[in-house]
């Protein structure tokens, strides 16, 4: 028996579009996408223009109700944003995928890319890819109105130093500036003695209290005044107040120390030099190069002042200067200076040539002082000191003459100078010559000492062309490997919008 085999098509059969007669597969509506897409639109509802409020002082998109958030271009943050502003249309649809579609930075204009899934007509399922066009609308956050508005605080942190010299904040500015202290202050006045910092919470506050105290050596005091209050709610509104006070000494003053303090430091004399303050007092022994490292809290238990003040340095010149080889050391003394070399000099005032008076004393500076330099110094001699560790100290035992540094030609150093700082945006009243000079001498100070350098943002400045040393006097520089380069992002030349788009 022979049996027939005939192959069998199991392919689906074709049907025509009820309304353009095109073969399609079967489909529950019996219509083809092309007029069922014409015939239902499933976005709509979803809007296609939604405009979203950006805060171009601090960069920071709305996000309702009341808060806002930091969020780059593209970012995940941002299209979550953009999606909750339509997310009641898209609760009646199916979102499949949602992406941004690149815009200018400066255009204004946020565009998303979604695709949704919606069942239409008998169970059938269309799927539609359509762009939400986002206008971005300028508009202040409430923190930076109260910036703007610049009375509204509710705290303030009075930063003091009773000294005649700036050096201390100087320095104080650089490191605030490095860290990013400065970014959550409302406003910055300088006054006489000090600097006033004005938050608008108690908590930014004390994160800069906490700050200063790890930067400088210092002692606070914090009070708080009632402002308002709701008894029905137990709500108190409160104005804090934090008085910090750094210790009154600066870098390159002679100060005096307690017979006690010296004793407990290695038995070092009394009259020492200041070589630099940082989160402690550096201190050195010019006849001995002992140092010792003073706290802020062994500086108000043992308190000293400084003898001299920056305009009683006196210049002199060097006659005769000759390297200390061998010292005899006390017992129980402390650590010697390595970057420091003790000499025996012979100086006379520069202001008395015509006379034959000279001085001797000995000093820290022997690795740096020649016959013929300069060296700036106080005449101890000739000063009215009214001190009481100094009023009981043995006459035989306080030199003539303490010598401070070498003396460079400023003018000079101020030309060759290829680099700058920056510096804090603050209300202050025009700056005097005094301040000018204060302000050169820690420019100068930041050249000498490489310790406090690295603590500071250098900055090359390409305006000063870079000379060679071949004509320099020997004054010390700093090298282009410790500066760093300024960056500058300039405005769109479209609109002055470009620069804050910019994440």
Known sequence: MEYMTESVDRSPGHILCCECGVPISPNPANICVACLRSKVDI?????????????????????????????????????????????????????VDAGFVWTEPHSKRLKVKLTIQKEVMNGAILQQVFVVDY???????????????????????????KTLHKKTFYYLEQLILKYGMHQNTLRIKEIHDGLDFYYSSKQHAQKMVEFL???????????QRLISQ????????????????????????????????????????????????????????????????????????HPFNSLCHPKQLEEFIVIECSIVRDL?????????????TLGEVWIQKTSEMD???????????????????????????????NDEHVNKMKSDRVPDVVLIKKSYDRTKRQRRRNWKLKELARDREDMDTDDERQYQDFLEDLEEDETIRKNVNIYRDSTVPVESDTDDEGAPRISLAEMLEDLRISQDATGEEGASMMS
């Open 355 to 385: 006379t034959d008076k000279q001085y001797f004393c000995r000093t820290h500076l022997g690795h740096l002082l020649n016959p013929g330099d300069l060296v700036l110094g106080f005449d101890l001699a000739n000063c009215n000191l």
């Open 230 to 301: 709701d008894i029905h709610s137990n709500t108190y509104n409160y104005k804090s107040t934090f008085s910090v006070e750094i210790v009154p000494i600066c870098k390159d003053n002679v100060v005096c120390l307690s017979p006690k303090l010296a004793q407990s430091l290695g038995n070092m004399n009394q009259i020492c030099i200041c070589i630099r303050v940082t989160s402690a007092i550096h201190l050195i022994d010019p006849n001995t190069l002992q140092v010792a490292d003073i706290d802020g809290n062994t500086f108000w238990s």
């Open 43 to 95: 976005s709509q509802g979803v809007p296609k223009q939604v405009s979203i409020s950006f805060c171009k002082q601090c960069q920071r998109y709305f996000q309702p109700p009341a808060s806002w958030v930091q969020c780059a271009l593209e970012s995940r943050e941002l299209l979550a944003l953009c999606l909750k502003k339509i997310k009641a249309p898209l609760s009646k649809v199916r979102l």
């Open 213 to 223: 105290q790890g930067t400088v050596p210092c002692r606070y005091k914090s009070s």
């Open 328 to 340: 005899k050391r006390n017992a129980g003394a402390g650590v010697i200076s390595k970057k420091h």
């Open 135 to 161: 206008v971005v609308q300028s508009q202040m956050c409430g923190d930076c109105h109260r910036v703007e508005a610049k009375d509204f605080w509710k705290a303030v942190i009075q930063v003091r130093q």
